[in-house]
């Protein structure tokens, strides 16, 4: 009889993939902002929704962590996870506040840019932790984020070619600051992004 080192309780697993879906959903929705530039206070409250559902989440999934007497991970891995998946899910919801927030008159390429290479990361993201409750794929799993990490190279590039953008030509100061802290926010959601590959590769490497 073969018995696996991983509880069966699959209840860390629901909440994992619960909490990567509804990143994928705010990386959908601020895209969709960015590309379809109406109804931007509706689709901002949107964003901050999606985000209050992810708190929801990530605080059930640190309850079940301090009740679980055993649990699949290690207590520090399942937090970090959770913790990084959250922060991607700020970071989107912060960008689309800041653009409300800074009435911008329209989204610029870069912003449009760096907005979809986070949703190309959440998706990925999303494929790869469903692979969590399955203990022969673990190692497939860093396969998954090998790409999570090339986007976020590419993030970085077109970040730092916006950010020069910004200082060429004939732009006012306020514009300036406004894109450079929407920018700065962006780029911070793919940073996080490589963050929760970082998280799943711990796991993997501990555990395959």
Not at 125 to 148: A, C, F, M, N, P
Request: aromatic fraction near 8%; charge should be negative; proline fraction near 2%.
């Amino acid at each position: 009889m073969r018995f696996s080192l991983i509880p069966r309780n699959t209840r860390f697993f629901d909440l994992f993939e619960d909490l990567a879906h509804k990143m994928v959903q705010t990386s959908e929705s601020l895209v969709d902002m960015l590309q379809y530039f109406e109804n931007v206070d509706l689709k901002a409250a949107r964003l901050k929704e999606l985000e209050h559902e992810g708190d929801n989440i990530t605080h059930e999934l640190y309850r079940l962590v301090h009740k679980t007497f055993v649990t699949p991970f290690d207590r520090e891995d399942i937090a970090a996870l959770a913790q990084s998946m959250d922060d991607v899910i700020d970071f989107l919801e912060a960008a689309g506040t800041c653009i409300r927030v800074y009435d911008v008159d329209a989204p610029t390429p870069a912003a449009r840019g760096l907005a979809d290479l986070a949703r190309l990361q959440a998706t990925q993201l999303e494929k790869s932790i469903r692979l969590l409750r399955q203990r022969g794929h673990l190692k497939d799993i860093l396969e998954e984020t090998k790409e999570v990490n090339r986007l976020e190279n590419e993030a970085d590039t077109l970040f730092l070619t916006a950010m020069s953008d910004l200082f060429q030509g004939e732009i006012m100061v306020v514009d300036i600051i406004k894109w450079r802290d929407i920018y700065d926010i962006l780029e911070q959601s793919t940073d996080a992004c490589e963050s929760v590959a970082h998280a799943l590769e711990a796991i993997v490497l501990k555990h395959a």
